[in-house]
Nanobody, 121 residues
């Protein structure tokens, strides 16, 4: 069973920074793209940032220039450095990874349970 566990969420003032961490564990053959999503109360979950195995990144327009996604392929971890946080960044942040977990089936998407980020004005 593949498990993703996020950490690093907190209450922070506007303009502050946080670093989110997500660790993948379990029987894993390979990890493909890893991503961070977020969901604010009353809103749909949205993609924040994605990083491929090779390190190519992509960001939502709302976080470009403020957030940086990175990964450690050996440790099977993904990070989200969030700078210049704004109240509109308040949400529950979820880790997503496309994981191949056996030698027979194709890779599947797995989700963590999320970590709360609250940005006060």
């Amino acid at each position: 069973q593949v498990r993703l566990v996020e950490s690093g969420g907190d209450l922070v003032q506007a303009g502050g920074s946080l670093r989110l961490t997500c660790a993948a564990s379990g029987f894993i053959v390979s990890v493909n793209a890893m991503s961070w999503y977020r969901q604010a109360p009353g809103k749909m979950r949205e993609l924040v940032a994605t990083v491929t195995t090779g390190g190519t990144t992509d960001y939502a327009d709302s976080v470009k220039g403020r957030f940086t996604i990175s990964r450690d392929n050996v440790k099977k971890m993904v990070y989200l450095q969030m700078n210049n946080l704004k109240p509109e960044d308040t949400a529950k942040y979820y880790c997503n990874a496309n994981v191949r977990y056996n030698w027979v089936d194709r890779a599947s998407d797995f989700w963590g349970r999320g970590t709360e980020v609250t940005v006060s004005s």
